[in-house]
């Protein structure tokens, strides 16, 4: 199933597609029904799909995912899985040193390992990979979102679903 859902999904990028880049927290939250962000999480899938947006999850993610969990539960007939690469790590390795620079000047937290954390690496794929927005449960994430923003390595929306899609796009819901 694994193989077959990327092979359907699995095109590079085209530069007219519409992406949405998912992390580990937002895909534990549209699976959790008794989450409190469950909702949240899917109305945000739906919007996006609705709306002709291709749903992205790095691989990393899917790892942290398996910590807990199986692949086979994630929904990957919605969700393109997107390997983490060479080009990936490179740019990853530039972010990362500008957020060190920022922890010295007590602007973020970064752990202080040479470790790069899972966080920033996602955020720099959907980066590479054009993402529109990025969707997260992580509010803690949003200070190194900033930071790299700040300094030009960000384009992409940071997305918290805290705060439900009909609020982020202004969207009016009609009982069916």
């Given at each position: 199933m694994l193989i077959s859902s990327y092979m359907r999904y699995g095109r590079a990028s085209m530069?007219?597609?519409?992406?949405?880049?998912?992390?580990?927290?937002?895909v534990i939250r549209l699976l959790d029904r008794t989450s409190e962000l469950h909702e949240n999480a899917v109305g945000y899938l739906r919007y996006f799909l609705e709306n002709d947006y291709v749903i992205r999850m790095s691989t990393?993610?899917?790892?942290?995912?398996?910590?807990?969990?199986?692949?086979?539960?994630?929904?990957?007939?919605?969700?393109?899985?997107?390997?983490?690469?060479?080009?990936h790590a490179?740019?990853?390795?530039e972010c990362a040193r500008i957020l060190y620079e920022a922890k010295a000047k007590g602007v973020v937290e970064v752990d202080a390992r040479i470790l790069i954390q899972n966080d920033v690496k996602l955020l720099v794929q959907a980066e590479c990979e054009s993402a529109n927005y990025y969707l997260t449960s992580d509010s803690r994430s949003r200070r190194m979102y900033d930071v790299l923003k700040d300094n030009?390595?960000?384009?992409?929306?940071?997305?918290?679903?805290?705060?439900?899609?009909?609020?982020?796009?202004?969207?009016?819901?009609?009982?069916?």
């Open positions: 530069s007219n597609d519409k992406i949405v880049f998912c992390d580990t927290g937002f990393i993610a899917v790892a942290e995912f398996c910590v807990k969990d199986r692949i086979e539960h994630l929904p990957l007939k919605q969700i393109l899985l997107s390997p983490f690469n060479a080009y490179s740019k990853t390795g030009g390595k960000l384009t992409f929306d940071f997305t918290d679903i805290h705060s439900p899609y009909t609020q982020k796009f202004g969207v009016l819901e009609f009982g069916e």
